[in-house]
């Protein structure tokens, strides 16, 4: 039986949980719920756990939440990826423009962290047991009535829930179905990116390699255990997709053309058809996230650009802090009003940030007189508040 529940309130406000997609918010979220004794079941539409997603860069405040939900998962994380103690900014002929060192450690007590979401995804699901996970389950959509929630997948039995809870990412069913918004909203920056087996002679493994050409961009990045992530953008009013993967190997090269060899090696070097293309996107931002026996969480709830790095980080705040909303409320109403009220405003102001961010990447900074100093004075501000974020325990 759930101990919090049971400490503060005599009867649970729910028993049964299921969660719709099991990357890093839903297995993050189905952790939290199972610590609380809430029987829990994530449902994933991929057949099995595979190599997939890009490198990711994990921040002073999602290390916290997650250490939260999963006390002592940070080192593991640590060791399955790479603790980044500086980054280099380039231009495409490889001239180093600056090195900083990376601070998050001093300022906030966490590191930056980078790691393959496949390999956060497995260490994710390594603090579950494997049966509540089941894969191979496509959500449709779902009915729901003042009694229940019952969840539809493509060729296998509905199940029933106490609530759901949409981790489904960009793309999600379970908002489509309570708001019907359509497509994501396209930002005007193409992606190619993919995460090899690959030693980068050029750089240090401890290094975040920034590079930057006129009005596009690359990371590279050590993921850790041998493998390198590359991540590529090119500001792109319009998009369009390449026919088939050699046509997105050879477009990417093209799009580098005056890049140093060095750059393009990664790319090369990667096999075509592990190379992802698509557009960057996100949506604006909901005034509510849950209705009935229905919620959002991670990129489903608050979809965002990239260029923050806060995507997962943001997800691992809103999976403790629903959590904590079971554990301290007396309805399931009270506690999902408690949820938004904690996450809608926090998230909206870094998804306006990022989508700001996003289309900055593409003006000329690479000389330190065109950062105003007032600027930097309300970045710092800013990322202060974003990044000593922490949990807290309410009585
Ligand atoms: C290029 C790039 C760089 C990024 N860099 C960073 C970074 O540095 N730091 C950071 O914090 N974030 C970063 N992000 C964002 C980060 O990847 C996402 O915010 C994060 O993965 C969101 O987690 P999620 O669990 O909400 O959704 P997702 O990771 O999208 O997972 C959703 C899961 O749901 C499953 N699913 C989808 N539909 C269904 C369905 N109908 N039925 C069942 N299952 C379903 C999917 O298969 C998937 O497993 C980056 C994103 C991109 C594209």
């Given at each position: 039986?759930?101990?919090?529940?049971?400490?503060?309130?005599?009867?649970?406000?729910?028993?049964?949980?299921?969660?719709?997609?099991?990357?890093?918010?839903?297995?993050?979220?189905?952790?939290?719920?199972?610590?609380?004794?809430?029987?829990?079941?994530?449902?994933e539409?991929?057949?099995?756990?595979r190599?997939?997603?890009?490198?990711?860069g994990?921040?002073?405040?999602?290390l916290?939440?997650?250490?939260?939900?999963?006390?002592?998962?940070?080192?593991?994380?640590?060791?399955?990826?790479?603790?980044?103690?500086?980054?280099?900014?380039?231009?495409?002929?490889?001239?180093?423009?600056?090195?900083?060192?990376?601070?998050?450690?001093d300022?906030?007590?966490?590191?930056?962290?980078t790691?393959?979401?496949?390999?956060?995804?497995?260490?994710?699901?390594?603090?579950?047991?494997?049966?509540?996970?089941?894969?191979?389950?496509?959500?449709?959509?779902?009915?729901?009535?003042?009694?229940?929630?019952?969840i539809?997948?493509?060729?296998?039995?509905?199940?029933?829930?106490?609530?759901?809870?949409?981790?489904?990412?960009?793309?999600?069913?379970?908002?489509?179905?309570?708001?019907?918004?359509?497509?994501?909203?396209?930002?005007?920056?193409?992606?190619?990116?993919?995460?090899?087996?690959?030693?980068?002679e050029?750089?240090?493994?401890?290094?975040?390699?920034?590079?930057?050409?006129?009005?596009?961009?690359?990371?590279?990045?050590?993921?850790?255990?041998?493998?390198?992530?590359?991540?590529?953008?090119?500001?792109?009013?319009?998009?369009?997709?390449?026919?088939?993967?050699?046509?997105?190997?050879?477009?990417?090269?093209?799009?580098?053309?005056?890049?140093?060899?060095?750059f393009?090696a990664?790319?090369?070097a990667?096999?075509?058809?592990q190379?992802?293309?698509?557009?960057i996107?996100?949506?604006?931002?909901?005034?509510?996230?849950?209705?009935?026996?229905?919620?959002?969480?991670?990129?489903?709830?608050?979809?965002?650009?990239?260029?923050?790095?806060?995507?997962?980080?943001?997800?691992?705040?809103?999976?403790?802090?629903?959590?904590?909303?079971?554990?301290?409320?007396?309805?399931?109403?009270e506690?999902?009003?408690?949820?938004?009220?904690?996450?809608?405003?926090?998230?909206?102001?870094?998804?306006?940030?990022?989508?700001?961010?996003?289309?900055?990447?593409?003006?000329?900074?690479?000389?330190p007189?065109?950062?105003?100093?007032?600027?930097?004075?309300?970045?710092?501000?800013?990322?202060?508040?974003?990044?000593?974020?922490?949990?807290?325990?309410?009585?």
């Open positions: 039986m759930n101990k919090n529940l049971t400490q503060k309130f005599s009867k649970p406000i729910l028993e049964k949980v299921a969660i719709v997609g099991a990357g890093p918010g839903g297995l993050a979220t189905a952790i939290a719920l199972q610590n609380q004794g809430i029987d829990v079941r994530v449902y539409k991929a057949q099995e756990f190599p997939a997603g890009t490198g990711l994990l921040a002073p405040n999602g916290n939440f997650l250490d939260a939900i999963a006390p002592g998962i940070v080192e593991t994380l640590k060791s399955s990826g790479c603790e980044v103690n500086h980054t280099v900014l380039k231009n495409i002929h490889k001239e180093t423009i600056r090195t900083s060192q990376t601070k998050y450690l300022q906030y007590g966490q590191p930056l962290l790691i393959w979401w496949y390999r956060l995804q497995q260490v994710l699901a390594s603090r579950l047991p494997s049966d509540i996970i089941h894969l191979n389950h496509r959500c449709i959509g779902f009915d729901q009535d003042e009694n229940g929630v019952k539809h997948f493509d060729g296998q039995k509905s199940v029933d829930a106490d609530l759901l809870i949409g981790a489904d990412g960009v793309n999600s069913v379970i908002r489509e179905t309570l708001f019907g918004e359509g497509k994501p909203n396209y930002i005007g920056s193409m992606c190619w990116r993919a995460v090899i087996k690959y030693h980068h050029l750089f240090n493994e401890y290094e975040l390699v920034f590079v930057k050409g006129n009005k596009q961009f690359m990371y590279i990045l050590n993921v850790g255990g041998g493998y390198t992530s590359w991540i590529s953008r090119k500001f792109s009013p319009d998009y369009s997709l390449s026919q088939d993967a050699d046509g997105v190997k050879s477009r990417i090269l093209h799009e580098l053309a005056d890049w140093d060899e060095s393009r990664v790319v090369k990667t096999p075509a058809e190379i992802w293309e698509g557009p996107c996100d949506r604006p931002p909901l005034t509510h996230w849950s209705q009935g026996r229905v919620t959002l969480l991670g990129d489903a709830a608050h979809p965002m650009a990239p260029a923050m790095g806060q995507g997962a980080n943001t997800t691992f705040e809103d999976a403790y802090e629903l959590a904590q909303c079971f554990s301290h409320s007396a309805t399931l109403e506690a999902l009003t408690t949820y938004e009220q904690s996450r809608i405003e926090r998230t909206k102001i870094i998804q306006a940030r990022s989508a700001m961010g996003e289309m900055r990447y593409y003006e000329d900074f690479t000389s007189s065109q950062t105003p100093q007032r600027q930097m004075t309300l970045n710092e501000d800013f990322h202060k508040w974003v990044y000593s974020y922490k949990p807290t325990v309410a009585s």
